[in-house]
């Protein structure tokens, strides 16, 4: 058995004849046809603080083996 999920316009507090609002009312809300909020997804992939550091570490490493090499090749 399906229900409809949005209120009866008869039952509802402040309605004018025909449905609308007037100024400064909220219209009524409809129901929700899901059970709940879904949960979120894996998302994007962040850097890690390891990759990050790793890769500061690599770049060090290569400017210092740039400058012992251009040292001991003249």
């Known amino acids: 058995m399906t229900t409809n999920p949005d209120p009866d316009p008869s039952d509802a507090t402040g309605l004018e004849p025909g449905g609308g609002v007037p100024p400064g009312e909220t ?37 210092v083996l740039f400058f012992v090499g251009r040292l001991m090749g003249g």
């Open 27 to 63: 219209p009524p809300d409809s129901g929700s046809g899901s059970v709940g909020p879904t949960p979120p997804g894996p998302g994007r992939r962040t850097l890690t603080p390891f990759f990050v550091g790793g890769a500061v570490l690599v770049v060090a490493l290569v400017v």
